[in-house]
């Protein structure tokens, strides 16, 4: 089985880290559980278009990013009062997600089209979403799997065990009500390495756990089949692709909001081109 699974790279999607970008004497993340953080994250992005700003993990931001053309915003987190008016008001196009609690669906479904009809399972820090024919949404238990802290942690591989429990568990709720995939997409909430193996989240044990996505399917009763594994950024960045409101743009920064912050870069090669002033 594990050889059916593949770390998914688009062409025109660049991954980016940065929830923990410097704002003032803090990182993004803390700023997000601020009232005025829309008025925040604008000033953020004004500064991420200028090609300034650095994170804490990994420095300076990617050059890439410096001059996008236009936002794309998914998430639970761009429907927060204040969100939508914050960003819209920035001088180049922004387009917020046709369906924000499931970023990444219509993007996932197409690209899972082309082999046939699949499953795009998208595992953020606080639900586990799945969208075929159906959708449904599975809240995480934080008793059963608390957030991971610079604690000491007694059992790994009990939160290990718990974690494919409460996966597997919902992809089997979900087979009785659609017909058994033909592929899969899991998007991961962390950093994805070559081999398809997770960084740390807030979920203690998955950073480096390499059997995890064969475990649950294996668990939950389901037939091997072709698995694509990606960030859950990269996930909302395939809609951002889909976009009719931003064909015309080159490079769209994408943000997801939740309990964290997610991005990406889309770079497309659009039939025209439309500049906007910087």
Known sequence: MKELITRYHSPAITPLELGDLWVGNHILWYAMQEEN????????????????????SDGPIPAIIKYFDSLYVAGG???????????????????????????????????????GAGWVCDLGQSSFKICATERMRFERDHQQLPIRTAQPVESIEGQRRALRDWLSGALRTFATQCAAP????????????????????????MGGDDTL???????????????????????????AL???????CEKTLVLTLGFGLGSAL???????RVYYGL
Do not use: C, H
């Open 37 to 56: 953080f829309p008025t925040v994250l604008r000033g953020v992005v004004e500064s991420l278009r200028r090609g300034e700003g650095a994170t804490e």
């Open 182 to 205: 033909e592929a899969m997409l899991f998007a991961l909430p962390s950093r994805v390495n070559d081999d398809a193996v997770p960084d740390a989240t807030s979920y203690i044990g």
């Open 77 to 115: 987190g761009s429907q927060e009062p204040g969100m939508r008016a914050a960003l819209s008001a920035l001088e180049f196009p922004v387009s917020f997600s046709r369906t924000p609690d499931y970023p990444g669906e219509r993007g996932g479904l197409s690209l899972l089209a082309q082999t």
């Open 242 to 248: 889909a976009e009719p409101e931003l064909k015309y």
């Open 213 to 239: 996505i064969v475990d649950i399917i294996a668990a939950a009763g389901l037939k091997p089949v072709a698995v694509l594994v990606m960030n859950d950024a990269e996930l909302a960045a395939l809609d």
């Open 266 to 272: 889309v770079k497309r090669r659009p039939p025209g």
